[in-house]
């Protein structure tokens, strides 16, 4: 039976322990199994005594893994930034030279971040072009051009119901004229405009609601809705995940894109998740949809309303005040009109695409609105005399000299001739009165 030869002490093996037990049953007496087995009398007694047990077995040994010299840095990056995906983290570490798989690197993130807590939700599904959904969420961030200042910005998404396409801006407030300008954009990057769009209620779109409780819309929003062909919608109060489509990403965003990411400004802040949302974002396949994001927009692309050929023109008229240095600050930066302006109060129109400059009805400068704050921008053109001595910005365009004939000179007189001669003019002008 290979069972080993007599003592008092053997530990024997689980089918080992059977045998005499079986024997047992049988009828035979503990001499006739130690006989039979080749066994100590006493280690048969102590096995019938205690009966059969479950094996016990010792701590399983460590295995080695490929993940083991990129564990410390999971490790460090989830202590800093627990909420970062797995899917993120296979790309970092796939960077410096991870040859393994995603799923033991997710059984490792499991390991070492606790799930997240919720609760079961009903999920529903719209078909093609039929909605869109859309909102404002809240960051804060610190430019490495302004390392001492934390800026907070929001991020504007919206979402095509059955594709998933993402579209994303970071802007600097939430007021209307972001709002209608971040939709114009959306529009443009699905190539079509989706039947309905779905708000929480946020101040910029709902105003207020009628006695009923129904929604009352600002009107610019139904006017951008009227000309892009859409219906706009109220998600539920307190019911923001009727509206999950969009909720969902602004998790996604923050976890697998904006963490642990370093931004010069607003400008490279966006041309980071332009080139996020391009490479990864709608390249991926989606975990409810098991679909290509970018392959599911284009299956939805000819179900969406075809962008309207007139582009839309709405207009916010502001009146400001030129500067001494010929310039008009709108939204916290400054667009230059030209030297021959006459007027010290021009009118603004703020459009979506561009900023108009209107003199006494005369329309004198226009310009591409700037995202951000701070922006000087001077038209080439505006500038054709030397700026004041007390002026702050310094003229960069051309100055323009006048015509001379050949052989003609600009002769050069001293500054006090000038006082002399304008002293005279005041004199004159007494003497007249």
């Known amino acids: 039976m290979g069972l080993p030869p007599a003592g008092g002490s053997e530990v024997l093996a689980q089918e080992d322990v059977f045998v005499i037990h079986d024997l047992h049953r049988q009828g035979l007496s503990v001499r006739a199994i130690a006989r039979r ?150 529009f443009e990057r699905f190539g079509g405009v989706p039947r309905t769009t779905l708000y929480d209620r946020m101040r910029t779109a709902v105003i207020d609601e009628d006695a009923d409780g129904r929604p009352i819309f600002n009107a610019k929003l139904l006017d951008l809705a009227s000309h892009f062909g859409f219906v706009p919608k109220a998600c539920q109060p307190y019911r923001a995940k009727t509206k999950g489509k969009v909720e969902r990403p602004y998790r996604y965003v923050r976890q697998d894109f904006f963490l642990g990411r370093n931004y010069a400004s607003l400008e490279d802040l966006n041309s980071q998740l332009e080139t996020w949302l391009t490479e990864v974002a709608n390249r991926r396949e989606h975990g409810t949809t098991h679909r290509c994001v970018q392959a599911a927009l284009e299956e939805e692309q000819p179900h969406l309303q075809p962008l309207p050929r007139i582009p839309y023109r709405a ?77 702050k910005v310094r003229r960069t365009g051309p100055v323009l000299t006048p015509l001379l004939r050949p052989g003609e000179q600009i002769s050069t007189r001293p500054l006090d001739v000038y006082d002399t001669v304008a002293a005279a003019l005041a004199g004159t002008g007494r003497e007249q009165r």
């Open 315 to 391: 207009v916010l008229r502001l009146e400001r005040r030129v500067s001494r240095d010929g310039l008009v600050s709108v939204d916290g930066n400054q667009y230059s009109v030209p030297d021959t302006t006459k007027h010290r109060v021009v009118e603004v129109h703020s459009l979506l695409q561009e900023i108009q400059i209107f003199d006494s009805g005369n329309l004198v400068a226009v310009h591409t609105p700037q995202e951000g704050r701070g922006h000087i921008c001077i038209a080439a053109g505006h500038r054709r005399f030397p700026p004041p001595g007390n002026a």
């Open 37 to 186: 087995t080749g066994l100590d009398r006493n280690t048969v007694r102590k096995y019938l005594r205690t009966g059969l047990q479950a094996p016990r077995y010792g701590p399983r040994a460590v295995m080695s893994s490929m993940l083991d010299p990129y564990r410390a840095y999971v490790q460090q990056r989830l202590t800093a930034f627990p909420e970062l995906t797995a899917v993120r983290l296979l790309r970092e570490i796939r960077e410096r030279g991870y040859p393994g798989s995603y799923t033991i690197l997710k059984r490792l993130v499991r390991e070492l971040r606790p799930p997240a807590e919720g609760g079961f939700e009903h999920r529903f599904e719209t078909p093609p072009g039929q909605q869109a959904q859309a909102d404002f969420a809240h960051f804060k961030v610190i430019f490495t051009d302004e390392p001492s200042q934390v800026h907070v910005v929001w991020l504007f998404t919206m979402i095509l119901g059955f594709s998933r396409y993402l579209f994303g801006r970071f802007v600097l407030h939430q007021d209307l004229e972001t709002l209608l300008r971040c939709h114009v954009l959306a």
